[in-house]
């Protein structure tokens, strides 16, 4: 929603300005330097890229036009499911968690948060920790080390579409250019047409230089910089689980684990210790 509402605020300030200058409208439908600067910029962006990186990019793109996944209720729930897990591995031992971590869908526990099941990937790091405490093999720094490891390699994949959408942003400025001599080649080769004709062609060729930095800095730019936040609160999470679980493996009791997990998540995210206490009560009394 936001992303729509500062595309309409660029293009009424942009172009409204232009109005109020006294410019006319009709001057800036130029569909062919439309075509020219987009075409190249698209062309570009497969040439620069492998099939993943595309196929990644296109998958991210529709995220930006969505809400906020990672609120708070989201971090509670999650918090409190973790909790949950591991006050009955203190009460009876890792063992008693092994059906839970098999079949998470069927389990009455992971059942208890909608939420968390909603986001596989954090479901799945989960679980595939659990799995790797009740195999008893790892110490803790062993598992810290392999989650560090699992969340930098998530980080890196999710850093590609954002790279890729803030190159070809970076690149329409100059395919602005490339539209705008394009238009100047134009005009001077039709130098023998009346002044008014030649004004025509100049400013039509001009357009060109503009629509590149507006595309790039008003559209297209914007897009990395929003990925990228989504990237790192999409990463912010698994840390909170990582370091719920370490500290549980150094022995901390439940209840201070989850407090290391909720002292890692963003200030805008993070529930009070309070209101983490209530809801984690009123989750055990489902």
């Known amino acids: 929603?936001?992303?729509?509402?500062?595309?309409?605020?660029?293009?009424?300030?942009?172009?409204?300005?232009?109005?109020?200058?006294?410019?006319?409208?009709?001057?800036?439908?130029?569909p062919i330097e439309f075509l020219m600067i987009g075409g190249a910029a698209v062309g570009a962006f497969l040439v620069g890229n492998n099939l993943a990186a595309i196929k990644a990019t296109l998958k991210a793109l529709p995220t930006v036009f969505k809400g906020a996944r990672y609120t708070k209720a989201l971090y509670m729930e999650l918090m409190s499911l973790l909790f949950e897990i591991l006050t009955k591995v203190r009460k009876e031992g890792l063992m008693s968690i092994e059906g839970e971590i098999e079949k998470p869908e069927e389990s009455p526990i992971f059942s208890k948060?909608?939420?968390?099941?909603?986001?596989?990937?954090?479901?799945?790091?989960?679980?595939?920790?659990?799995?790797?405490?009740?195999?008893?093999?790892?110490?803790?720094?062993?598992?810290?080390?392999?989650?560090?490891?699992?969340?930098?390699?998530?980080?890196?994949?999710?850093?590609?579409?954002?790279?890729?959408?803030?190159k070809m942003g970076d690149a329409m400025p100059a395919f602005g250019i490339v539209a705008a001599v394009m238009g100047v080649v134009h005009t001077m080769e039709s130098v023998g047409l009346p002044p008014a004709e030649l004004g025509v062609l100049i400013a039509q060729a001009l357009v060109g230089t503009f629509l590149g930095i507006l595309l790039s800095y008003g559209f297209v730019g914007p897009l990395s910089t929003l990925l990228e936040q989504k990237l790192n609160e999409s990463s912010k999470i698994l840390q909170c689980v990582k370091v719920t679980l370490v500290a549980s493996l150094n022995g901390y009791a439940p209840v201070l684990a989850v407090e290391f997990g909720r002292k890692v998540l963003f200030s805008t995210e993070r529930p009070s210790f309070l209101e983490l206490e209530a809801h984690i009560r009123k989750a055990r009394t489902k």
């Open 1 to 30: 929603m936001l992303v729509i509402l500062g595309y309409v605020a660029v293009t009424l300030s942009v172009f409204g300005g232009f109005l109020l200058a006294g410019g006319h409208l009709a001057a800036l439908l130029q």
């Open 113 to 166: 948060y909608p939420g968390v099941m909603g986001e596989p990937h954090t479901l799945e790091f989960i679980v595939d920790y659990l799995r790797l405490m009740v195999s008893g093999n790892m110490d803790a720094f062993q598992i810290e080390n392999l989650m560090d490891n699992e969340i930098e390699t998530h980080h890196s994949e999710g850093e590609v579409p954002v790279h890729c959408i803030a």
